[in-house]
């Protein structure tokens, strides 16, 4: 299989990966003054945060892991 042809799968593979609105991006903006984080209002749903950042923490490790396997894709390509 050549790189386009690699490339080509990669690409499709990504495609089906749905879209992921991440929590923590919305607490950010719903509490989000004038460029500032609005403190108060965010230790008022702390149970909300915690569970944002634990969703924004497992999302990145797994986006961790995709890059991983990506990289060990290409070292395959290039040593065949």
Do not use: H, W
């Not at 042809?5 to 879209?19: G, H, S």
């Not at 403190?39 to 497992?58: C, D, R, S």
């Amino acid at each position: 299989m050549n790189e386009a042809e690699y490339i080509e799968r990669v690409c499709i593979a990504l495609q089906k990966v749905p879209r992921k609105q991440l929590l923590i991006i919305e607490l950010a903006n719903r509490y989000l003054k004038d460029g500032v984080l609005d403190f108060t209002g965010l230790a008022e749903v702390q149970p909300e945060v915690n569970m944002a950042t634990a969703e924004a923490k497992m999302y990145g490790s797994y986006t961790m892991v995709a890059v991983d396997t990506l990289k060990r894709v290409q070292a395959i390509a290039e040593d065949a």
